[in-house]
């Protein structure tokens, strides 16, 4: 919807296929992070201002059972906010009330099956028996499209899942969010409206465990594995979703463009994943803007260009949390330990490792 949206914004028109009903979207029960960078990307495309969003004036990073912690702001970095917390529902349906006003096709409920890729355009095959439809490009925008010829796909199973829950916390959370390393994967919470957004990183087998557990135990479970920097009074129903890394090496193939979740799937730690895709997002329809056939390989490999140094800077970044932090070597729990005061000692570092999270490769 996002990138339909953009392409609107530059004059070129678009069409949207949802195997989903439509208004879905609104559904989703996640929780994300937007980065600064982000809020401009929504900005432009006028759906911010319909987005229910909790600013993120702090950025508390720790590890449990080492020494060590940074603190990255919003006043040190010259921004309104580091970032903003959201219901992926909200930001759904703002932006599928906004492709509604502007009236983009929206084929809901029609899955395509096949894509039939030609020298000067590609066909799209329904489930609906209608006929094919033509076009210059397809983009495959959601969900994890597995590759096709020769272009490889990366994939790694962390052994790990995400419980997602709101907790309330017994004080005011002052707009500070928090991302602590464990032993058992990170745990994030993040301001969100009065209560806190939770993210828990356990291993993929006691998920289902903790996410069942009631809410008493959950909260003592949370409290233990946080520590004592905040209390928690009460917390919501748990959702459980697994924890994976799958990129394509390449996000184009012929008369094709791979975006978000589609070209890669992000661990959630620092909150990337949804950033990244806005980014792409913002960066296809620029380079679409003024194609005269959005699908020739020229146009397409000038997009893969602009987005090599983001796209595999974050890939990277988030897969060498989890792998340096995740290990329980007492001399790497020390190393951490000195990485993150050494973080919290060197302004300019610092600065450069917050505004990479506020604006991607943008910031260099």
């Excluded at 899942?161 to 390393?181: D, G, S």
């Excluded at 993929?204 to 959950?218: H, K, N, T």
């Amino acid at each position: 919807m996002a990138l339909a949206l953009a392409l609107a914004r530059h004059g070129t028109a678009a069409q949207v296929f949802d195997a989903r009903p439509r208004g879905a979207a609104g559904n989703d029960k996640r929780i994300l992070a937007l980065s600064h960078g982000s809020r401009q990307i929504l900005e432009w495309l006028g759906v911010w201002p319909q987005i229910a969003a909790t600013r993120i004036d702090t950025i508390h990073i720790s590890q449990r059972g080492g020494l060590g912690r940074t603190r990255l702001t919003a006043h040190e970095e010259g921004v309104p906010a580091l970032g903003y917390v959201a219901a992926a529902a909200s930001i759904g349906a703002a932006l599928d009330d906004a492709l509604a006003a502007t009236r983009i096709p929206f084929r809901a409920e029609t899955r395509v099956e096949r894509v039939d890729s030609f020298a000067d355009e590609v066909r799209l095959h329904t489930d609906d028996g209608k006929a094919s439809v033509p076009a210059r490009l397809v983009v495959y925008a959601e969900g994890a499209i597995q590759p096709s010829g020769d272009a490889a796909t990366v994939t790694r199973d962390y052994g790990q899942q995400a419980v997602i829950c709101t907790a309330t916390p017994t004080a005011p959370h002052r707009n500070l969010a928090y991302e602590r390393f464990t032993a058992q994967g990170p745990l994030a919470l993040l301001p969100f409206g009065l209560e806190l957004a939770v993210v828990y990183t356990c291993p993929s087998a006691e998920a289902a465990v903790l996410a069942a557990l009631p809410d008493a135990e959950f909260l003592a479970r949370l409290q233990e594995h946080f520590g004592n920097r905040l209390a928690f009074a009460a917390v919501s129903p748990r959702h459980v979703f697994p924890l994976v890394l799958r990129y394509r090496n390449s996000p184009i193939g012929p008369r094709s463009v791979w975006l978000g979740n589609a070209a890669q799937t992000l661990h959630p730690v620092a909150g990337q994943g949804f950033n990244l895709a806005l980014r792409d997002v913002w960066e296809l329809a620029r380079t679409l803007a003024d194609a005269g056939d959005p699908g020739d390989l020229a146009v397409l490999d000038r997009y893969a260009h602009a987005r090599r140094l983001d796209r595999g800077g974050v890939i990277g970044f988030t897969d060498s949390l989890i792998r340096v932090f995740g290990s329980n070597d007492p001399l790497l729990r020390h190393a951490r330990g000195l990485g993150l005061l050494a973080l919290d000692l060197l302004p300019p570092v610092r600065s450069f490792v917050a505004r990479r999270m506020l604006f991607g490769a943008r910031a260099w």
